[in-house]
């Protein structure tokens, strides 16, 4: 793909534009106040992503904030992306949290609209949407490359963001999938991360659209893959999470797997999801959701033969950050230590 100057100084870009295959992946955000459970969950992950995602109250529940969860991981030199979502603060509040975390040392940002507070446990929540995923994009943007905030204020220093956004390949319509994406990049989307994974031909499909439209020259595509508990478990995620589809056939292949070997199984799936689509032109690399499975992430990677890349990206991608103008470089020598269903 065509290589503008780097938006960033963080790892994953650098990987991404040195043409390695990119992992990253979901931390569980805790219910709790304690640091350490956010360091006990990323250090799970540490030696295989090359960067981890704080996610902001995916679902509509109530977790650890994001941009809590990566002053944590940058205080500890992890690299992480902090996602936005729309739903809850307006625009004020966000484009405030987007310079506080650029200035902690945060490179990448996942720029989300969120789901409505009707799919979680607080469902008398007041909704917010001052922005939509677009318009985030779009303020981020100008915010980065034109050092100006929406009121057209300048700001001093602007912020250095490698910008992500959400893909559904699966969710009807399936044709406006790549135009959605199209828009997106447009609004200022560097890269993309996807919802799950499970139907590879459907996928290979969307992807062929992606190539014609060129869109695959104009951002970085990682695909979301995670591993499945059971065949229950994948019956509730078709049911009840926004754009998740699971073939039946999946389903029939836990349903047949013994009891004590179901998890297994579905780490298996994943692994096999993992090795095709990583043969598919366009794709840069993977996203490991593995909700409340983060144990199983390292194994995913080493069996679907990614540590080699991991070897290669340490050499070619170096971790570091800059701590500011009149700060020093740190070490992110364990970059990536330490819920599915966004809306788009």
Avoid at 84 to 99: E, F, M, P, T, W
Avoid at 221 to 236: C, H, K, T
Wanted: aromatic share 6%; glycine share 8%.
């Amino acid at each position: 793909m065509t290589q503008p100057p780097p938006k960033s100084d963080g790892r994953l870009e650098k990987v991404l534009r040195a043409g390695l295959f990119a992992v990253t992946a979901e931390l569980n955000p805790p219910d709790s106040a304690d640091p350490h459970d956010v360091f006990d969950a990323a250090l799970v992950l540490s030696q295989v992503c090359d960067a981890i995602n704080a996610t902001d109250a995916s679902g509509a529940h109530c977790h650890m904030s994001s941009v809590a969860i990566c002053a944590l991981l940058t205080h500890a030199g992890y690299s992480p992306v902090m996602q936005v979502s729309c739903r809850d603060r307006n625009r004020i509040a966000i484009q405030g949290d987007v310079l506080g975390a650029a200035a902690m040392g945060v490179h990448n940002v996942l720029c989300l609209t969120g789901d409505d507070v009707t799919a979680g446990d607080q469902p008398g929540a007041k909704r917010v949407f001052d922005l939509d995923s677009l318009h985030l994009l779009r303020t981020i943007r100008t915010m980065r490359d034109e050092g100006l905030y929406m009121s057209g204020r300048k700001i001093t220093e602007r912020p250095r963001l490698f910008l992500g956004a959400a893909s559904n390949p699966f969710a009807p319509p399936l044709d406006w999938r790549p135009h959605r994406m199209a828009k997106k990049i447009e609004a200022g989307a560097d890269f993309f991360q996807s919802q799950y994974c499970f139907d590879v031909p459907r996928f290979e499909t969307f992807m062929q659209r992606v190539r014609d439209l060129g869109l695959h020259e104009k951002a970085y595509y990682l695909v979301g893959v995670g591993p499945l508990r059971s065949d229950r478990a994948a019956e509730f995620m078709r049911a009840n999470v926004p754009g998740v589809h699971i073939p039946d056939e999946i389903i029939e292949r836990l349903r047949k797997t013994p009891k004590e070997r179901k998890r297994e199984e579905g780490k298996k799936i994943c692994v096999e999801i993992i090795q095709q689509v990583r043969e598919i032109e366009g794709v840069h690399g993977v996203h490991l959701m593995a909700y409340r499975q983060e144990e199983l992430v390292a194994e995913i990677v080493e069996e679907s033969g990614l540590m080699s890349r991991r070897r290669i990206a340490d050499r070619s991608a170096p971790n570091s950050w800059r701590a500011g103008r009149r700060g020093s470089a740190r070490s992110e020598s364990h970059a990536g230590q330490t819920q599915p269903g966004e809306k788009q």
